[in-house]
Structures are given as structure tokens and as C-alpha cells.
């Protein structure tokens, strides 16, 4: 079972990126699929996450309007579709899968599997 992410790097304010979710070992179909951000100096926050059966999203207040999700069932990954970026987004994103297809997404966002993060930055 792995989560391997990509997509990341350094970007100016603005700029857009798009961060990518592979999973092996099991489906998507079945978890629930989020990102939560490690920021220096701050605590883990949850930015977004998404349960396809129902087509649930959440996103957290300051990306909503600029972030979106998408995922591709074919080929078992998950998007994170990230624009107008901004210094504060930068940080390091983790994919995370929790048991439980359903919304709402946010619900034990962080509980089950984990990648390894890609790294944000985001200069002003």
C-alpha cells in the first residue's frame, strides 16, 4: 500500500501547480482522499479533500475559489489543482486516504494512509 505524491515545487505568487496522488495496493473508489498541509511553524491543517462516491469536497476557507480536486479512477490518482498562489499556501502537502468513500470528506481527514508529502514554495 502506497501514496506517492508530485507536483510540487517553487513557484512566484500567482502561479498555479498541480499536484498528483497515486495510490497502489488498493483503490480509491473505497477512501475518502485529502491533502493537509505542513506549514513551518504551524500546525498541520486540512486544505481539501474529496469522496468521489458522492462527489463531496471540502475546501478549507483560504483556498476555496482557487483550489480544486479531480481525480482519474483509471489510473487510481488524485488531483489537487492549485492557482493564484499565494506565500501562505506554500508548505508540505500530503496526500492522505481514510477508509470511507463518503462525505462528509473532512470527517477523520489524516486518519489511514499517508504519502510522503511534496514541497510548496511559493515566492512573493
Known amino acids: 500500500v502506497q501514496l506517492v505524491e508530485s507536483g510540487g515545487g517553487l513557484v512566484q505568487a500567482g502561479g498555479s501547480l498541480r499536484l498528483s496522488c497515486a495510490a497502489s495496493?488498493?483503490?480509491?473508489?473505497?477512501?475518502?482522499v485529502g491533502w493537509i498541509r505542513q506549514a513551518p511553524g504551524k500546525e498541520r491543517e486540512g486544505v481539501a479533500c474529496f469522496a468521489s462516491a458522492d462527489g463531496g469536497t471540502y475546501f478549507e476557507d483560504s483556498v476555496k475559489g482557487r483550489f480544486t480536486i479531480a481525480s482519474d479512477s483509471a489510473k487510481n490518482t488524485v488531483y489537487l489543482q492549485m492557482n493564484g498562489l499565494e506565500p501562505g499556501d506554500a508548505g508540505l502537502y500530503f496526500c492522505?486516504?481514510?477508509?470511507?468513500?463518503?462525505?462528509?470528506?473532512?470527517?477523520?481527514?489524516?486518519?489511514?494512509?499517508w504519502g510522503q508529502g511534496t514541497l510548496v514554495l511559493v515566492l512573493p
Open positions: 492522505t486516504a481514510r477508509p470511507g468513500n463518503i462525505s462528509p470528506c473532512e470527517y477523520r481527514l489524516g486518519e489511514g494512509y
Open positions: 495496493g488498493f483503490s480509491f473508489d473505497d477512501y475518502a
